[in-house]
């Protein structure tokens, strides 16, 4: 007489959600998979081939890693923007000075060149971040940390991905003074804590940032 074997541990399969007994189970990559998903699971691995676009193979790109990403960034954007304004502002100054000291410009149009700039760098910062996202998967920025932006399930990002993506954190994270660095402490922290990395932007875009090398 033999009885039957105690209950197994259930576990639940990574595709379907449903539980089985751990036996019913295999585990492909680190993932538990049952014998009506892994046929499916299989070929979406193979498929994903060497270049590492599965999402198991994948290395997420912590929060330090990624400051480092936008801080490389921000350097190629601040020195053209230095430059400009150390030829621009002594001119300003002669000009004005040429003219017997009297201001020659309106405060008004200085008010005006300043919303202008800071409109000109946005435009200017969306088409960097959109093109290269789209283009090359990375900003310049993340390309020298090793980085790239791909969807949750791995695929290359599309135009309403990138734009969206460079909305939410240009804009709505770190675009409006004063409430930005409470908006991007809470993105690092969210970023921080969660297994996939992602920030505020990442959740709403469905975007992981990944290192180009995964796990071998
Ligand atoms: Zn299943």
Redo the contacts with the bound molecule.
Sequence with gaps: MTQQAPPQLELA??????N?AQSDLVQIAGSW??????PAFLSRVMASGPGGASPLAWRYGGVWIRFGARFVDGLIFIIPVAIFIAILIPNLVRAQRQAGGAPTVPPVFIGLAFITFFLVMLVVQGCYEVLMLKYRSATLGKMACGLKVVRADGRELGWGVCFGRFLMWNVVTSGIPYLNSILILISAIVAGVDPEKRALHDRVCSTRVIYKQGVA
């Design positions: 399969c990574s595709q379907c959600g449903r089985f998979v049952c014998a009506e998903c892994k």
